[in-house]
Structures are given as structure tokens and as C-alpha cells.
T-cell receptor, first 112, second 114 residues
């Protein structure tokens, strides 16, 4: 049972436009969410996180939105840059669990 | 550089063999996580240790085992290797508070079983 889902395996966006990456989760006990970026042959790099007490967190060009009622979070990248081309993973963790569950990732390609 | 060090970076071995992957967490981090990423797959959680003790277990095969030593480094032992065990194995670490903590990944150990 996949508790964290990223239903879009890939996404292409024009440079300068907004990239929106989506993530859905099923476990209502999750209360902390993270986004990671991964380049080929490298480890995932932490981007941004959000706690369930918030519905938005912003860090530079990256904003994460959390909709608890829909069990949905999204990562917005504005403006998108070619260097943002990578695989993006969302992860969830929370009360009663010591582990983080990752989605299967979305491959973002930003076209110059 | 995340501060998490994994060795070896690449390893090729034959079926039936045993290998050990090593991880040194970030300075001060007490928690170590192991994840497996197979081709085109997401990151599958294997196991987590906190200050030397197993804290959580995921989809880890019985042929695999791990431990965390008093100096906090961790080792993942993979035995009776099969072709399907070929994957990228990541170690991650986090600070002493287990919940609501960012985990930082190493660059991974790429295992190829032939």
C-alpha cells in the first residue's frame, strides 16, 4: 500500500514559468512533510519542509502548500530554471512513526 | 555536501556473495536511516537506528541486516545476494529529535550484482 503518492512521473515546464509538483498521502497521522531534489548519481538534497500546523511554507523560489483535508501537498517553483531539472520526491512522517515514507518521485524537466 | 559519508560508492559482486555498506552520519546526528532505490523506483525505507538501537523497520529482507555502532556509524549487511538486489543504497541521518526532523542523505552506494 503506497501511503505517499506522486501520480505524475514526469513534468516539462518552460524556463521562467511555474512548476507545480503534487503529492498525495493516505495516512492522517502524517504531520510533517519534506521535499527533496535528486540529480542522477547523487543523494537526495533537502529542499523545504512543512508541518501540519501550517498550510504554506516559502523559501526563495520554492513554496510548499499543504491541504490537510484533501491530504495533498504541492511544491511550487517560481520561476523555474534549467538547473531545477531533477527528480523531486515528497516524504511524510509523523506521530507514532519514526520513519519517513517517500513517494516514487516526479521527474521535472525545465526547457530553456 | 550533506555531511553524510557512504562507502563504497560503487560495488560489483556476484550472486550469493555478501557485502557491507558503511555510513558515517553528520556530526552530532544520532539517527541513521537506510533506504533502497531500485531502477526507476522511489526510495524504499529499510531500517532506522537511533543511538545504537533499532527504532523502525521497513521492507528489509531477512537476508539484510544493519547495526549502529557506539561511534554512531552504521553498516548495512547484504547477504546471499540476488540479481534483484542491484540498487542504490542510501544512508541518511538526522538530529537527536526523531520526529519533525529533516533527514540528510549521503551520496549512496551503488551495488551491482552479476
Amino acid at each position: 500500500d503506497q501511503q505517499v503518492k506522486q501520480n505524475s512521473p514526469s513534468l516539462s515546464v518552460q524556463e521562467g514559468r511555474i512548476s507545480i509538483l503534487n503529492c498525495d498521502y493516505t495516512n492522517s497521522m502524517f504531520d510533517y512533510f519534506l521535499w527533496y531534489k535528486k540529480y542522477p548519481a547523487e543523494g537526495p538534497t533537502f529542499l523545504i519542509s512543512i508541518s501540519s500546523i501550517k498550510d504554506k511554507n516559502e523559501d526563495g523560489r520554492f513554496t510548499v502548500f499543504l491541504n490537510k483535508s484533501a491530504k495533498h501537498l504541492s511544491l511550487h517553483i517560481v520561476p523555474s530554471q534549467p538547473g531545477d531539472s531533477a527528480v523531486y520526491f515528497c516524504a511524510a512522517g509523523g506521530s507514532g512513526t519514526y520513519k519517513y515514507i517517500f513517494g516514487t518521485g516526479t521527474r521535472l524537466k525545465v526547457l530553456a | 555536501d550533506s555531511g553524510v559519508t557512504q562507502t563504497p560508492k560503487h560495488l560489483i559482486t556476484a550472486t550469493g556473495q555478501r557485502v557491507t555498506l558503511r555510513c558515517s552520519p553528520r556530526s552530532g546526528d544520532l539517527s541513521v536511516y537506510w533506504y533502497q532505490q531500485s531502477l526507476d523506483q522511489g526510495l524504499q525505507f529499510l531500517i532506522q537506528y537511533y543511538n545504537g538501537e533499532e527504532r523502525a523497520k521497513g521492507n528489509i529482507l531477512e537476508r539484510f541486516s544493519a547495526q549502529q555502532f557506539p561511534d554512531l556509524h552504521s553498516e548495512l549487511n547484504l547477504s546471499s545476494l540476488e540479481l534483484g538486489d542491484s540498487a542504490l543504497y542510501f544512508c541518511a541521518s538526522s538530529a537527536d529529535r526523531v520526529k519533525r526532523n529533516t533527514i540528510y542523505f549521503g551520496e549512496g552506494s551503488w551495488l551491482t550484482v552479476v
